[in-house]
């Protein structure tokens, strides 16, 4: 069993940044491939980006690349997003997910654990 908590959301103008923060539990932490989703009011869940369990490859949605870093650190069992040049559009509870189960990457359905999510709204 892997519990996820996501943390960092919050306002911020359009433009600006934020780094996401994703703590989990386990022990395995590091073995596993994790991957940050984001769900906008009324739209599905969709795949932003995702980290090997080396840290060594990423794969981003096509909308966020050269704007959002995925990265991790294995000793603190933690994830992160950086999110830079946010548009308004996507303001949106963003989640994290882990233990990729097999399929798409870009798929939700892949993945095994989820965390509650944190909330981003960008004003325009």
């Known amino acids: 069993q892997v519990q996820l908590v996501e943390s960092g959301g919050g306002l911020v103008q359009a433009g600006g940044s934020l780094r996401l923060s994703c703590a989990a539990s386990g022990r395995t932490f590091s073995s596993y491939t994790m991957a940050w989703f984001r769900q906008a009011p009324g739209k599905e869940r969709e795949f932003v980006a995702a980290i090997w369990m080396s840290g060594g490859a990423t794969l981003y949605a096509d909308s966020v690349k050269g704007r959002f870093t995925i990265s991790r650190d294995n000793a603190k069992n933690t994830v992160y997003l950086q999110a830079n040049s946010l548009k308004p559009e996507e303001t949106a509870v963003y989640f994290c997910?882990?233990?990729?189960?097999?399929?798409?990457?870009?798929?939700?359905?892949?993945?095994?654990?989820w965390g509650k999510g944190t909330l981003v709204t960008v004003s325009s």
């Open positions: 997910a882990c233990e990729y189960i097999g399929g798409s990457y870009y798929h939700p359905s892949q993945y095994k654990y």
